[in-house]
């Protein structure tokens, strides 16, 4: 069991840190600019958010990554930009299963701060036609994916490619030969994308066929619960930058936050933030501990909930601020276009709810084959 002091230490620290480091001009600029979308990745790694989850012996922290959850929730109320994902979650999914050569790459993305990334079809079921897919011939990777987050910055890029029906699990180089790699457009203000060509490039083996499937189902599973985290965070903060606004902006010599339908529409955005962080809470806290079905269920159904909160109270914050909240100025404008973004990656609400009811009807198929 972890150490719930050292883990909400941890999530003060980098709350202290964003607030020095990371202040609304600096946020800003950073959003609104695609070269400066990693900048504080170096100073989150001498930090040691990237070893939380990494056992130590191998130089991490030795926590759970449910200990990742409460930084996550910082992340998102802070809006930070950069490959926190795949930093924080690749290097203790995958190290146990990797050659020495891959060690190297995720220890000196842990050490150092050299961006991972990942190249995974699953991250949409709907649009999965129009971005691609690899497979694997012979070991040897083939084909075209459209959307690889901070594919242009990654040292090291962990590939989900397909053989024979069957996942396996690779990372590649950027400089391996066969990788071709080209910048793409971002509606995300957070995320630099990549197009990866892959034309024969031999991979670095991650797992076996036998562990590969159960390693990829594992790093599925956190990237949905650390991304609704990090939505919850930012439905936190939108709460609290309504409130602010109405308890500042005056009409007919009053407060806004003094309107009844002002303090109905605040309490309703608290009550959906609050409740989607005890969600995230409870679902990190027990994730690991389930079987394969039910932490598969728990994941989806908190991120198909986290996407529907997050973006209704993301709308509710502009409402509150109106006009100027649809403006580059008004933070909440960030928040919502971040939002919409996380909304669809690893599923959004109906992909994801279609998954539920696939997942609920399994498990029930399950229990009564065991009745049987």
């Not at 987050?149 to 962990?158: D, Q, S, T, V, W």
Request: contains cysteine; charged residues 20%.
């Amino acid at each position: 069991m972890a150490d719930t002091d050292t883990i909400a230490s941890l999530a003060a620290a980098v709350d202290d840190f964003l607030r020095s480091a990371y202040d609304a001009d600096t946020r800003r600029r950073v959003l609104s600019s695609a070269d400066d979308r990693s900048s504080l990745v170096p100073a989150l790694a001498e930090l040691g958010t990237f070893a939380v989850a990494l056992e130590e012996q191998h130089g991490g922290l030795g926590l759970p990554l449910s200990a990742l959850a409460p930084i996550f929730i910082q992340y998102g109320r802070h809006l930070l930009a950069g490959p926190m994902l795949e930093n924080s979650l690749l290097p203790g999914a995958v190290y146990d299963h990797v050659s020495e050569e891959g060690r190297k790459l995720l220890s000196d993305a842990v050490g150092n701060g050299s961006v991972l990334a990942c190249l995974d079809p699953a991250v949409t079921d709907h649009w999965s036609g129009r971005l691609g897919s690899v497979t694997s011939v012979d070991g040897r990777l083939h084909g075209t994916f459209e959307a690889v987050r901070f594919g242009l910055e990654a040292m090291a890029i962990l590939v989900v490619a397909e053989r024979d029906g069957c996942p396996e699990l690779y990372l590649i180089e950027p400089t391996m030969p066969g990788v071709r790699i080209e910048a793409v457009g971002s509606a995300d203000p957070a995320v630099n994308f990549g197009r990866f060509t892959l034309d024969g490039v031999e991979g670095i083996s991650v797992g076996d066929a036998a562990t590969a499937p159960e390693v990829l189902a594992r790093v599925r599973r956190w990237s949905r619960v650390l991304i609704a985290c990090e939505l919850s965070g930012i439905a936190t903060r939108c709460v609290e930058l309504a409130v602010e606004y109405a308890q500042q902006r005056e009409q007919f010599g009053r407060v806004i936050g003094s309107f009844q339908a002002i303090k109905h529409m605040l309490a309703d955005m608290h009550t959906d933030a609050v409740s989607l962080h005890n969600f995230c809470e409870a679902v990190a806290g027990e994730l690991d501990q389930l079987p394969d079905i039910e932490a598969d269920l728990s994941a989806a159904a908190l991120k198909a909930h986290a996407a529907r909160v997050a973006v209704t109270v993301c709308e509710g914050a502009i409402q509150v601020h109106g006009g100027i909240g649809f403006t580059a100025e008004a933070d909440v404008h960030w928040y919502y276009k971040r939002a919409l973004a996380l909304r669809a990656w690893y599923g959004d609400s109906a992909e994801l709810e279609e998954q539920v009811g696939a997942l609920v009807l399994d498990q029930s198929t399950a229990r009564t084959v065991e009745r049987v």
